[in-house]
C-alpha cells in the first residue's frame, strides 16, 4: 500500500527543474547554503542523488540558478520617465528584501558564463528606467552599479550583524573590543560602538534607507549631465 500511495504522489507531482530548484531554495532557507548538496537535496525530495542530474548539470548550474530565482523576485515596476525615481527606490526596496529572505545568496559567486533571465530582466530594467528617466549612458552606466553596489552591500552587512545577534555574540564581542582599544586615542571610534551598544540611532530612519535617500538625491542632480565637449585648437 506504502509503495502505491508513493507512486500516487510522483504521478500527481512529478519531478521537474523548477520542483528541483523550489525545494534547494528551501534547503537554503531552512538550513543555509552550506548544508546544500545533491544528497541532501535528493533526500528532501525523496529521490536517489544521481536522479537530480536530469535537471540540473551539478552544483554549479544549481547555485547559478538559485541566484538568478533571488533576482526574479525583485519587484520591476512600469512607471513612466518621470516618475523613474519612485520606480527605482521601489525595485531597490525589494531587491533588498529579497536579498533579507535569502541571505545565504550571498556566498553565491557570480558566474559571467551563466546570467539567467531573472538577472538579465533585472538589469535591464534598470539601465532602461534611468536612461528613459533622463540620464545619460554615461551617468546610466554609473548609477546602476551605484545602487547596486548599495542594495547587495547593505544586505550583506546586515546579514552578517544578524547572524552576530542570532549568536549572541555580538554586545559581549563589542564590549571586548572597546576595552582593548584606548579611548584617548580612538574617541570617535568609542562613540561610534557606544552607540550601537546604546541603541543610540533607534528611532532613525534605517541606514539602507537613509543610505538611498541620498543617492537617489544624487543621482537626480547628476541625471542631465553630458561628457564635455573638446575645444578645437
Not at 542530474?53 to 530565482?69: I, P, Q, R, S, T
Not at 525583485?74 to 529572505?101: C, G, Q
Not at 528617466?133 to 551605484?146: D, K, L, Q, V
Not at 553596489?149 to 552576530?164: F, K, L, R
Amino acid at each position: 500500500m506504502a509503495r502505491r500511495a508513493e507512486a500516487v504522489v510522483e504521478r500527481r507531482d512529478p519531478l521537474s527543474r523548477e520542483r528541483v530548484l523550489r525545494a534547494a531554495m528551501d534547503l537554503a532557507d531552512r538550513e543555509g547554503i552550506a548544508a546544500l548538496s545533491m544528497r541532501n537535496l535528493a533526500r528532501d525530495l525523496g529521490v536517489e542523488a544521481m536522479s537530480l542530474y536530469h535537471y540540473v548539470e551539478g552544483k554549479e548550474d544549481l547555485l547559478a540558478a538559485l541566484g538568478d530565482m533571488v533576482m526574479r523576485e525583485i519587484e520591476l515596476p512600469e512607471t513612466r520617465p518621470s516618475e523613474w525615481k519612485t520606480a527605482v527606490r521601489r525595485m531597490a526596496v525589494s531587491y533588498h528584501a529579497a536579498l533579507r529572505r535569502h541571505s545565504w545568496s550571498h556566498g553565491l559567486a557570480a558566474v559571467p558564463t551563466r546570467v539567467g533571465p531573472g538577472t538579465l530582466a533585472y538589469m535591464e530594467w534598470v539601465l532602461r528606467t534611468l536612461r528613459r528617466g533622463g540620464f545619460s549612458p554615461r551617468m546610466t552606466h554609473h548609477a546602476y552599479h551605484i545602487l547596486d553596489s548599495h542594495v547587495v552591500g547593505s544586505s550583506q552587512w546586515e546579514a552578517g550583524i544578524a547572524a552576530a545577534l542570532s549568536k549572541g555574540k555580538l554586545p559581549d564581542l563589542a564590549r571586548t573590543v572597546l576595552e582593548r582599544v584606548p579611548v584617548a586615542q580612538f574617541p570617535y571610534f568609542h562613540e561610534h560602538a557606544q552607540q550601537h551598544l546604546g541603541g543610540a540611532t533607534k528611532g532613525d530612519k534605517h541606514p539602507f534607507d537613509l543610505g538611498l535617500d541620498l543617492i537617489l538625491d544624487g543621482l537626480d542632480r547628476l541625471r542631465d549631465e553630458r561628457p564635455k565637449r573638446r575645444r578645437s585648437r
